[in-house]
């Protein structure tokens, strides 16, 4: 069986020698004979599988030098006689040892940097700078700090709350649940005029359609979820706040949707995978006057994922808000205003089209607190519901929220 004295792959840097085969070249008929019975055992000369002898191992080409698998066997499994060992797993092995503790010591590092720098960012500079501290300064750092320093938007949809909008002249209706929750507060004066606020948003809002009985057909809902950021400064009568929210948003079609008598979604229109995954910046400026409150906002916002993608990422908004208690006065001992909020959006679908919600109303309790409020609104541009994203309507509603802030 004569054999090749020349190297298959003369190139690489692990060539096989072709010297290094067993039994290749001898010529006795014995051989050939053994060679041929034991063709199926591979040559076995023991019956412990951790000797055996790959025929013609030398000859396979090696094309990925440096995969682990291959290497462990020619050096657990082979023959010291037929083979001629790498020695690259010697060397990979300590390096990704030694770079698997770099990583996990970097990451320490960086740990430990990120903690220490919270705990001094949270922490009095008096104590820093080992200075006497004012024990009648209030901390630095609050924990769940009480009322939201920046109030929800009235007249923006977008925004947790809880109540009801009816359409006048339909069954169609607005349902809302959510909260919104200032979780820690830093103070970023002595006096507490600037703050830094960091809480959630958690809120959706449902399209009823009709009932049969007492249950609610629902047909479509949009759901919301993230956290917010707010810097908050204020003066004597004034205030001015920048209101950083990060959202994600889903919309999808409910039972309320299908005809189960014919099996298919209704008006022919099949939930669509709706997604949106956006930050919206916003600012904002009140004035606090003898008998009234003014606040004006402006904002723009931009969308990291959007289903379906013909969605523009880019919108905008704008809007104004003013009260007064001194109008009607106090109600069963609780302060009562009256109210109108208009507020403005702009969004692309693809083409941009603007959309407008204004409202008037009355609420009972503090403005900027715990409260019910009674409302009259129009409302016209996209409809406000994400599955019909494509659609335009107009209409009048009334409604009520209760506002727990």
Known sequence: MP???????????????????????????????????KLSEGNKRSPDIRVLVFERLAHVEDEYPFLPVETLLQFFYGDGRCNRFNHTLLVLFPLGI???????????????????????????????????????????????????????????????????????????????????????????????????RLGADFFTYALTTSSQGLRLQVDAVD??????????????????ACRLRLLHLSAHFLDGHFDPGTDTWKDGREPIPFTRDFGELLGSHRWTGRTFILRVYAGFSYATLVRPDNLQRWGALCGAEISSQSIIGPVFEQPTSLYIADHFSLAGIPQYIGTNNLEGGMKFGAWDGTGIRLYVNYYRGLEIFSQYYDLRVESWGIGFALDFW
């Open 98 to 196: 030694l770079l698997a503790f770099i990583t996990a010591g970097w990451c320490m590092l960086f740990g430990r940097v990120a903690l220490l720098t919270f705990s001094f960012l949270m922490s009095d500079p008096g104590l820093a700078q080992n200075e006497p501290v004012d024990q009648t300064s209030p901390a630095r750092f609050k924990f769940l700090p009480g009322s939201l320093r920046v109030p929800p938007l009235v007249a923006n949809y977008q925004e947790p709350r809880v109540g009801l909008r009816k359409q006048v002249g339909s069954s169609r209706m607005k349902l809302d649940i959510g909260s919104t929750l200032d979780l820690a507060g830093y103070l970023l004066t002595s006096d507490g005029r600037q703050q830094l």
């Open 223 to 240: 759901g919301v979820f993230g956290g917010h950021i707010v810097f908050d400064s204020r003066g004597e009568s004034t205030e001015t």
């Open 3 to 37: 054999e090749a004295r020349a190297e298959h792959q003369l190139d690489g840097a692990r060539a096989p020698d072709s010297m290094v085969t067993k039994n290749g070249d001898l010529l006795l008929p014995v051989d050939r004979i053994e060679t041929i019975r």
